[in-house]
């Protein structure tokens, strides 16, 4: 096929996953971007489960799937460019949630990062410091030489922050 992998190449693939190395796909993506920008006058994207991108087999590994890959930054760069030479300065905004150094890469080539942060996030609100640590949540503690994180507190992926910190907040006295 030209377009989609008819094997999962990683463990969150659900059903066939477009090959993005395949020039077919490659070109069909970027005419998609191109309308949406142009027709629509969308001011940018975010792509869910960019770490998705890869051709890389890792099933079974998350970890192996989380690593520096080259070919997805190519492929990644490839799309935002095109998306900058039809809208200059729109926004994109990758779920990417791989290793650090990769994503230094794409902050740096001007993509925005979801910055997971859930669990700190959580641990804050429901009083306990010493467990919320939210240093991560600037980008030049993860030495970015740009402002592209977007840290979150919770998404469609995570527990309801605000119903553990009802149920198992930190309370003194009369205070919860």
Known sequence: NPWFNETPRHDFNVGYDFNHESPQTRQFCKRVLEYWLEEYHIDGYRFDLSKGFTQNNTLGNIAAWAAYDQSRINILNDYYNHIQSTEPGAYVILEHLADNNEETVLASNGMYLWGKMNEQYTQAA???PDNSNLNWGVYTNRGWSAPRLVTYAESHDEERKMYKTLLY???????S
Do not use: I, L, R
């Open 126 to 128: 429901m009083g306990f």
């Open 169 to 175: 907040g930190n309370g003194a006295g009369d205070y």
